[in-house]
């Protein structure tokens, strides 16, 4: 009886949706690698180019989003 469970559990496993929270971090640096302060960052949608989320560098050219949704579909 364990055996049909198991394997429907393996094959529904590549079909779920698989959302998690991250945390999206980095530096904006220029052409010659200085970094970029106060820099307009903005995470767009894909599928419509719709600005989901918008942030700017700190004095050091470092930006963060946190608690991010990832998805996987």
Known sequence: MK???LLFLI????FTQVRAQ???????QDGVGSS??????AL?????SSISKSTSSDEQGLYSFQNQ?????
């Open 11 to 14: 094959l529904s496993t590549p």
């Open 22 to 28: 991250a945390i999206l971090s980095g530096t904006v």
């Open 36 to 41: 970029m302060p106060f820099a307009s960052i």
């Open 3 to 5: 055996s049909p469970v």
């Open 44 to 48: 767009v949608n894909i599928r419509d």
């Open 69 to 73: 949704q990832l998805k996987n579909e």
